[in-house]
């Protein structure tokens, strides 16, 4: 029954050509960070990074992404939305390609700071547009979307397995992903300039509440999950499981199945079970996964780890935007600037922490602090007031078909 939903809903989504546009630019992300993910080893042995001094590298994004938060709405009160969009992740592809090719330590921190802001404005503007579009086409269609960053990780990570057994290097592996996504960005791009909305926030600066704060806590908790299986999978099963080359990105891989097909199923279990029961639910199986990730003896074991956080974090950000959209007297774009903020910050400086604690000790006890994390994230969606049951959500005065995206 779960299968023939999913299926009944990918056709009927995928109708919807301007929707599918936009969550492409979902997978673009996906598929130029899967191949930066499956990179990271052999640039840490390039540049002779040690752990510590690699995620002290990995702070540049997040700072670039405070830039953009700083700048987003002064940026997109002149820009419209689609025309940032389709120009948007044209450079997100030149700075990929210059970020893994880099010459030097000076040009990686460069590109991990341009990065970082442009990510910032990129996941504003594509989560801003798919609300709209949700109205639009009075369907759901947040978990679709983001269902196709999944699978764009998801691809890439295997697609670099094949890579690196065949002897193609990282270098080469990011040209060919981005001559294939400009081909179809390219394709695409009516639909995307079609976009002609000002999305920016007219209303005077707040500071947030404790509610909001918490969202945003959670989101930032489900990204530095997100973050840490991107930038150490591969790493973890490379120096501390001792995995063959190929395998390598089959953690990250695992994962990002895993999410694609929770969240192709996301918005049915809202439906069927209430926001906050999935997203408890979700943060106590991330958790779960963790602990198998850092008490595994096997890499198999360890990958099996890495899918059970992918089905725990699959459902839990696409809830939170569509909950920051939708909270009393605060404006789309500053919902979603307050979520994609923390959401980036734990993305971005997740994997830093992690390398800093790893430095110390190892690892696999980095990797630990996610377990604890995650159980609080728990808490804070038991607690929230934002996140509701489904009566709740039956009462909600926007008129979504739940069970149709």
């Known amino acids: 029954m779960t299968e023939f939903n999913m299926l009944k809903n990918i056709s009927s989504f995928i109708k919807i050509k301007p929707a599918l546009a936009v ?46 938060m700083l700048l987003a709405t002064r940026i997109f009160s002149k820009i419209e939305v689609g025309k940032w969009m389709f120009y948007g992740y044209l450079c997100q592809c030149c700075v990929m390609i210059f970020q893994i090719n880099s010459w030097n330590r000076i040009m990686f921190w460069c590109c ?59 270098g080469w592996q990011i040209v060919i992903i981005v001559a294939a996504i400009v081909t179809v960005n390219y394709s695409n791009r009516n639909y995307l300039l079609s976009n002609k ?21 959670i989101c930032l908790v489900s990204y530095m999950a997100e973050g840490c299986v991107a930038d150490w999978s591969a790493i973890y099963l490379k120096e501390s499981m001792h995995a063959p080359k190929a395998m390598i990105s089959l953690g990250y891989a695992g994962f990002s199945f895993a999410m ?49 956080i992918g089905f725990g974090c699959c459902c839990i ?34 994997p830093s922490v992690i390398g800093f604690i790893a430095e110390k000790t190892n690892l696999s006890k980095a990797l630990s602090l996610l377990i604890f994390m995650t159980l609080v994230s728990a808490v804070v969606a038991w607690r929230s007031r934002f996140i509701t049951h489904k009566k709740k959500i039956a009462s909600n005065s926007v008129v979504f078909d739940e069970q149709t995206y």
């Open 317 to 350: 950000v696409p809830v939170l935007f569509r909950a920051s959209a939708h909270i009393p007297g605060i404006s789309t774009v500053e919902g979603f600037a307050m979520v994609t903020t923390g959401g980036l910050i734990g993305f971005l400086t997740g």
């Open 23 to 68: 969550a492409f630019l979902y997978a673009t992300s996906s598929l130029l960070f899967g191949t930066w993910v499956a990179s990271i080893p052999g640039i840490k042995e390039r540049f002779g990074f040690s752990d510590g001094s690699l995620g002290l590298s990995l702070l540049l994004s997040p700072l670039g992404a405070v830039t953009g």
């Open 197 to 217: 909305e000002i999305i920016h926030s007219r209303s005077s600066f707040k500071l947030p509440s404790l509610g909001i704060l918490g969202i945003a806590f």
């Open 112 to 170: 991990l700071y341009c990065y970082g802001f442009n990510s910032f404005l990129n996941g504003v503007s594509i989560n801003a547009t798919v609300n709209n579009m949700e109205k639009k086409y009075n369907r759901l269609m947040m978990s679709t979307c983001h269902s196709m960053y999944s699978l764009g990780g998801g691809v890439s990570a295997v697609l670099a397995a094949f890579w690196f057994s065949i002897h193609v290097p990282s």
């Open 260 to 308: 694609t097909f929770g969240r192709l199923n996301g918005d049915t279990l809202v439906g069927r079970f209430g926001s906050k029961k999935v997203v408890i639910t979700g943060c106590l199986i991330a958790s779960t996964g963790f602990l198998v990730v850092v008490t595994a003896w096997i890499t198999a074991l360890a990958i099996a780890g890495y899918i059970l």
